[in-house]
């Protein structure tokens, strides 16, 4: 019993120490690799690029590997000649080392490999330690074609929500196939395809991309530009490109030019002319410029008036018939005047004002002319929408009748002094109506209790009266110390717009107590013969007057 129990234990260890060697004799050896589908370059390299090569080491053995070193050498392609320790790597382990690695200036393109040298101390099958084992690897790096792109955008400057043209002419230094450009940004839209194909450039050889874009935002405004291509090796390729584009506001600038319009008047109508000019950098479609009107204005015909397009630096012309109402105030009024317009689609409002000077005219009419009694009496009506401040009325005539002042022993020139220097120590008196007589030649004259005067003619003698005012629509009469037969010139003289004095000169011919007019206005008067109902009903009363007036004189005669 004790025998079988021997030789069993015996069989045991026998069997046992089988086993031990059969599984020792499966037990992988050390075996450091590169681990290729870990293995990476962070970029693709072109001839004078530099890179970082992520460089996977795997240990596959069963057994440990010590004293891990990866010693990278130069070539004639690559520079590198680096040594990186990396120490201890377990079974079915993984260590990355990042490499630097530079492509030499003037390298070809295409595939080409760099040498990896791993060196570690590790352990066979059995377990016997085996120290200073070494492994050699290549791996692949592809050196792409340096096509040298140079982009270079037309101008930089675009326009908020306005459409512009983004024009960017490229050149290559080497051939690629299959040439495309995609834009993108943040801060515009692309109008239309961003994705553009352009095909196969030779080397040296200059193309043009163009897109529509419609910038967002002001400010600055960075564009990507992605170019997929095929390089000389065949290889497919990309390329990242940005520049920045400086986007202003809509660039809109009106401004109003050339206001026009004819003197006018309350009960008048006037044609408002005006021109606008785009001094902005871009176009302003569908423009419409509309007054804003209330009392006492009232559009003939519309207030609104559409242009169109204005481009930039581009001026334009419109107008506006307005009709003033009667009791519109003698002033300047200022209208607003409103221009939209619309710049890619987004609306836009410009307000501005206009002024129009509602003062009227002054349009004096010489109505009747008679003498009664010694004196010469004109009768002078403003037809007019503007009342006639200080009107002066001078007669001349080169043959003036009898006349005798207060005092025997003046002599004319003594009478006119003396005459004139009463006027100005009472200026109201200037404004009675009563004429002042002073001769152009050398008279002398003889006078009695009777205040009247004779004259010695011997040249042109004028008479001046003066008046306040003209009111429109009013008449008022000028009365002249003196009778007058035979031609004389009437000067009527007014302050106008600006201070400046408006004169106007009637020439008549007095005979036998009857006037006719030979001449019509001269001097700066301007005339309207259509200025309103106003002018209208003033000139039917100036006709009444009239026929009444030689009613009057024909039965005066006949009673004679």
Aim: charged content about 20%; glycine content about 10%; aromatic content about 8%.
């Amino acid at each position: 019993m004790v025998k079988r129990i021997l030789l069993l234990m015996v069989f045991l260890c026998i069997f046992s120490d089988g086993v031990l060697a059969a599984t020792a004799g499966t037990t992988s050896p050390t075996n450091v690799v590169v681990d290729f589908d870990s293995t990476y370059y962070d970029s693709n390299l072109r001839p004078g690029d530099s890179g970082i090569l992520n460089l996977a080491i795997e240990n596959t053995g069963g057994f440990r590997a010590d004293d891990v070193e990866v010693y990278i050498p130069s070539t004639g392609v690559v520079s590198v000649d680096k040594k990186f320790y990396i120490g201890r790597v377990d079974p079915e382990q993984s260590k990355t080392v990042p490499v630097v690695v530079r492509v030499k200036e003037g390298a070809k393109t295409g595939l080409t490999a760099i040498n990896v040298r791993i060196s570690y101390d590790g352990f066979k099958y059995d377990g016997t330690s085996v120290n200073n084992l070494l492994t050699t690897w290549d791996v692949p790096l592809r050196i792409y074609g340096n096509p040298l792109f140079q982009l270079n955008p037309e101008k930089t400057t675009y326009y908020k929500d306005t459409l512009g043209d983004l024009v960017l002419e490229g050149t290559l230094r080497s051939s690629v196939e299959d040439l495309e450009a995609t834009l993108s940004s943040d801060c515009l839209t692309v109008i239309g395809s961003s994705r553009k194909y352009i095909g196969d450039i030779e080397e040296g050889d200059d193309f043009t991309l163009g897109y529509q874009i419609k910038p967002s935002a002001e400010g600055a405004c960075m564009v990507s530009l992605k170019i997929d291509y095929t390089d000389e090796s065949g290889t497919s390729a990309s390329r990242n490109m940005s520049f920045g584009l400086n986007v202003e506001s809509a660039g809109i600038d009106f401004k109003v030019l050339n206001v026009s319009y004819e003197p006018t008047g309350p009960g008048e109508t006037v044609e408002l002319k005006m021109g606008l000019k785009n001094y902005g950098a871009a176009a302003a479609d569908d423009v419409t410029a509309s007054l804003t009107l209330s009392e006492p204005f009232v559009p003939v015909d519309t207030a609104e008036k559409h242009i169109g397009t204005v481009e930039s630096g581009e001026d334009v012309q419109t107008e506006f018939e307005i009709s003033i109402s009667w009791d519109a105030e003698i002033q300047t009024y200022a209208i607003p005047l409103t221009i939209d317009y619309t710049v890619g689609g987004t609306s836009y409002t410009d307000e501005k004002s206009i002024g129009l000077d509602v003062s009227g005219q002054v349009i004096l009419e010489v109505i009747n002319v008679d003498q009664e009694r010694g004196s010469l009496r004109i009768e002078v009506a403003n037809i007019g929408t503007r009342a006639a401040e200080g009107v002066k009325a001078t007669v001349k005539t080169s043959d003036l009748g009898n006349r005798t002042f207060d005092r025997s022993t003046q002599s004319t020139d003594e009478a006119w002094e003396n005459r004139a220097s009463q006027r100005q120590s009472n200026p109201v008196s200037m404004l009675s109506g009563r004429g002042m007589v002073r001769p152009s030649g050398g008279a002398r004259q003889s006078t009695s209790d009777s205040g009247t005067s004779a004259y010695a003619q011997t040249g042109s003698q004028e008479i001046v009266s003066y008046k306040s005012d003209i009111k429109p629509t009013k008449q008022t009469t000028f009365t002249f110390d003196t009778t007058v037969s035979g031609p004389f010139t009437l000067t009527l003289e007014y302050a106008g717009l600006n201070g400046e004095r408006v004169t106007q000169v009637e020439t008549f011919n007095l005979g036998g107590g009857s006037s006719t007019a030979m001449s019509s206005f001269t001097g700066s008067s301007n005339r309207n013969s259509g200025s309103g109902l106003a002018a209208l009903l003033m000139k039917a009363v100036i006709v009444l007057v009239v026929v009444v007036g030689g009613y009057k004189l024909y039965k005066r005669r006949k009673k004679k």
